[in-house]
T-cell receptor, first 112, second 116 residues
Framework: AQSVTQPDIHITVSEGASLELRCNYS??????LFWYVQSPGQGLQLLLK??????LVQGIKGFEAEFKRSQSSFNLRKPSVHWSDAAEYFC??????????FGTGTSLTVIP | SAVISQKPSRDICQRGTSLTIQCQVD?????MFWYRQQPGQSLTLIAT?????????ESGFVIDKFPISRPNLTFSTLTVSNMSPEDSSIYLC?????????????FGEGSWLTVV
């Protein structure tokens, strides 16, 4: 069965510090993986996606993610966090039947 | 990418009433999806709506409670019927977009419903 786990419910970082949000997936075949961001009062915006090829993918707003098959992980990173990055982040995998499976989300707080 | 508009963006509803949420896409799409996001929770797929056929509902969701229409390739509606406070959620419309590199799903801004 397909599933996505985001181990960290809430993370707090200082502005300018680096960020890594963890995502682990369970899927039998080569996964299609996504990261979405949901700002307060907003819908979901696609940050980046991995389908194949280079395991390090670049996204919008300075985010990147690395696919590691051996660890079944797709962690999201940003070298220097901005206050506007405070939001809820969701990892997702595209499973069989074109159904998306979402993690429970990680809430990011950025302190000045 | 697809641009998705949802109406209403927010509403406060009385217990026992029904509300219809509209979803308009700026391009023709085959599959449209409706998700629910309860407070502090992740997204749960309610149903998949294909044009010209009955919507396919996920376990725990039924047509009587969440009737869906899909009259054409750019529009869909979700009705939340006989609402109770437990239905207070964000309801998100989404579509599947096809790019050279593969499928991606895009979301509307969401409809934030509060049932009192």
């Amino acid at each position: 069965a397909q599933s996505v786990t985001q181990p960290d419910i809430h993370i707090t970082v200082s502005e300018g510090a680096s960020l890594e949000l963890r995502c682990n997936y369970s899927y039998g075949a080569t996964p299609y993986l996504f990261w979405y961001v949901q700002s307060p009062g907003q819908g979901l915006q696609l940050l980046l996606k991995y389908f194949s090829g280079d395991t390090l993918v670049q996204g919008i707003k300075g985010f990147e993610a690395e696919f590691k098959r051996s660890q079944s992980s797709f962690n999201l990173r940003k070298p220097s966090v901005h206050w506007s990055d405070a939001a809820e982040y969701f990892c997702a995998v595209l499973g069989t039947g074109n159904q998306f499976y979402f993690g429970t989300g990680t809430s990011l707080t950025v302190i000045p | 990418s697809a641009v998705i508009s949802q109406k209403p963006s927010r509403d406060i509803c009385q217990r026992g009433t029904s509300l219809t949420i509209q979803c308009q896409v700026d391009s023709q799409v085959t599959m449209m999806f409706w998700y629910r996001q309860q407070p502090g929770q992740s997204l749960t797929l309610i149903a998949t709506a294909n044009q010209g056929s009955e919507a396919t509902y996920e376990s725990g969701f039924v047509i009587d409670k969440f009737p869906i229409s899909r009259p054409n390739l750019t529009f869909s509606t979700l009705t939340v019927s006989n609402m109770s406070p437990e239905d207070s959620s964000i309801y998100l419309c989404s579509v599947e977009g096809y790019t050279r590199s593969g499928n991606t799903i895009y979301f509307g801004e969401g409809s934030w419903l509060t049932v009192v």
